[in-house]
């Protein structure tokens, strides 16, 4: 069975009060098909439970209870893409939706981390999808390179798939960004990740304006970025060849003096406190919460580091 599925933006009937102004409709970006509707609740900025309750009642407002197999082929699913962003209030209103609406349409929670779902665990059968594998991810690249009449060596393939770290998407991604900047593809030439624009975004505005407000946003691009499986000392690193780049020749070697202690600091601090980086056995940790909040210390680290402020000062004066 095939479904015809797409992507649509709709305004969602609301009535609810936002910074002291009734909000009567939001456009919401949805993908549908004939049985499932999907939204991502990252792009809901704070309306997520008034946009999943009214999804919850239009869904099953319309349909009756199934009492037959056949009945159940008209079901809905209501796919939810980052639910473990929503709030405890938004969670705990959200179970209450499902327990009132009752009936054949099923809502998915897709997030990274069910421990901040707990207060709908208890309707709901907790799924956990293994990451691919290497010759999986193979395969699909394959797949695509077929499917659009490219040419994909093998030996850039498999080292897509190692970059990648088992992360489909990004295996994905490095293969369209790759293609775009240099076609036909070599197996020697170089992979690109597909964040090259948003890297250069980042340290546009490092330099654009420096203000606790950016430096708010900035972190939140950073951790975006890391989220999606970005290694951070690829990201420092290429952040400081943008900032060089758009730095003036009379302030680079201030930036590069900056730079120099940063990383000496680094070496001081891996050759003082090896344990940190193993655990007992010599194995990694592999916590993925651990791994996002240490990755963001670090950033916070290496954005004090190259703080600007004085070096643009001193360019503007």
């Not at 002291?20 to 990252?42: D, F």
């Not at 546009?204 to 939140?220: C, D, F, H, M, T």
């Not at 680079?252 to 056995?281: M, S, V």
């Amino acid at each position: 069975m095939h479904l015809k599925c797409s992507s649509k933006s709709t305004y969602l009937p609301l009535l609810l009060i936002s910074q002291g102004e009734a909000v009567s409709s939001i456009l919401v970006n949805l993908k549908v098909s004939s049985q499932h509707i999907e939204v991502n609740l990252s792009e809901l900025k704070g309306y997520e439970k008034h946009v999943i309750a009214e999804l919850i009642k239009e869904k099953n407002q319309k349909l009756p209870i199934p009492t037959s197999q056949h009945d159940r082929e008209n079901c809905i699913a209501i796919i939810l893409n980052d639910a473990d962003k929503l709030s405890t209030d938004a969670l705990s209103y959200i179970k209450w939706m499902l327990e009132k609406f009752k009936g054949c349409n099923k809502v998915f929670f897709c997030c990274r981390d069910s421990a901040k779902l707990y207060p709908i665990k208890p309707i709901c059968t907790l799924v956990q999808l293994l990451e691919p594998s290497d010759e999986e991810i193979l395969a699909v690249l394959a797949f695509i390179a077929k499917q659009e009449g490219i040419k994909l060596p093998q030996k850039l393939a498999n080292q897509m798939t190692k970059n990648s770290k088992n992360n489909l998407r990004q295996a994905i991604r490095s293969f369209e960004a790759t293609w775009q900047f240099n076609s036909p593809l070599k197996e020697d030439q170089s992979i690109k990740t597909g964040w090259e624009d948003k890297i250069v975004d980042i340290a546009r505005n490092v330099i654009e304006e420096q203000s606790p407000k950016q430096l708010y946003n900035i972190r939140g691009e950073l951790q975006n970025l890391i989220e999606h499986n970005v290694d951070p000392e690829y990201l420092f690193q290429n952040i400081v060849e943008e900032l060089k780049k758009n730095l003036p020749d009379q302030l680079e070697e201030q930036f590069n003096n900056l730079y120099n202690d940063y990383q000496k600091n680094q070496d001081i601090k891996r050759y003082l406190a090896p344990e940190n980086h193993q655990e007992e056995g010599g194995k990694r940790h592999n916590d993925p919460r651990k791994n996002v909040q240490q990755f963001m210390r670090i950033e916070d680290e290496k954005l004090a580091a190259l703080n600007l402020t004085p070096v643009l000062a001193n360019w503007s004066s």
